[in-house]
């Protein structure tokens, strides 16, 4: 699938995705470098925010320490990265070596909370509501920001 995206399609995610920012991804690429991973990322999506009662909206994903985790994630398998904001020439770069794409969605966390059936902490639970949490969702909408070398920025 994500071979046939372009930059600039919209699309919307169904299925599994999981959820990590600023604390939990640099703690994520930790383990997938000891091969220690808490989930399957192969074909995985990440969404770059955190999981509370008031809902779920991307955070900006060009922040160090969520920008930083995307190159490994993709090497690791994460095929979707879900956020906001643009991302850097180097990173753009590493998505479309690890044949992975980053996804934009509207900061609209009462829309995104009415898409997701079931949450569950799957690590990192000393994080609180930036842990990481394994989401059922059904139609998060989203454009994709950069695929294949391109972006949109």
Known sequence: MVQQLRT?????????????????????????????????????VIMHTAVSKAGIAPTTSNKVEIEESIAPLSRAGVRVHLGKGALSRETIDALDRYNSIFVVTPPAAALLASKVFSSKMVAFPEEGMEAIHKLDVKGIPGIVAAAHGQSLY
């Open 8 to 44: 600039g399609d919209f699309i919307n995610i169904s299925g599994t995705i999981y959820t990590g920012r600023d604390a939990a991804l640099p703690r994520l690429v930790k383990l997938i470098k000891k091969e220690d991973s808490p989930f399957e990322l192969e074909g995985a």
